[in-house]
């Protein structure tokens, strides 16, 4: 297992099919290339973790949501590429982006457009989204560092991004991008 600082390094690893463990805005996290449906698999196992639920994407640049400009009305795209007070991960129309072993039983996807430095540096790296989802196995807590990843995971994931984690409270609320409804507070 890669562990490093260099988000270069660890976006290699993504494009390799690898799954990595990385720092959210509240909590670590695991992801890989939500087209490699392996790479997925990989990561529902690891979490024992349903495929029906669906995943979450994340990224840092507001310029690789653009795929998904035509699933939304202006008002509604705008929202997905603003910044927030607080992490929100916006659940979006899609049932032709986003492959089916991302988005689960629904015809649509979470997405965050993360303000989180290490995230930034990562999706610009790997220059586009990624699978975001927290890094524990069902029913534990999301690891809150490195070594809560190792303790959780061991040498099963592929590489761990090196840096810290931010300062959010908990995790993103998840709010429909149209209606407003909540699914996570």
């Not at 930034?120 to 196995?137: F, H, K, Q, R």
Request: hydrophobic residues 40%.
């Amino acid at each position: 297992m890669l562990i490093s600082s260099n988000p270069d390094q660890i976006a290699d690893i993504l494009r390799q099919g690898g799954v990595v463990a990385y720092p959210t805005e509240a909590v670590w996290g695991l992801g890989c290339d939500p087209f490699n449906e392996q790479a997925v698999h990989k990561i529902l196992s690891l979490k024992s973790r349903p495929v029906e639920k669906g995943l979450i994407l994340i990224t840092g640049d507001a310029q690789q949501l653009t795929p998904w400009q035509a699933c939304l009305p202006i008002d509604a795209y705008e929202r997905l590429i603003s910044k927030t007070d607080s992490p929100t991960s916006w659940v979006v129309p899609d049932t032709t982006i986003t492959p089916a072993w991302v988005r689960g039983e629904h015809q649509s996807v979470a997405i965050r457009l993360s303000q989180h430095v290490p995230v930034i540096e990562l999706c610009n790296a790997y220059d586009g989204a990624i699978v975001s989802t927290s890094a524990n196995p069902a029913g534990l807590e999301p690891a809150k560092s490195k070594e809560e990843v190792l303790a959780y995971f061991q040498d099963r994931c592929d590489a761990i991004f090196d840096q810290s984690i931010g300062d959010a409270a908990k995790p993103s609320q998840v709010l429909d991008i149209l209606t407003g409804k909540q699914f996570r507070a």
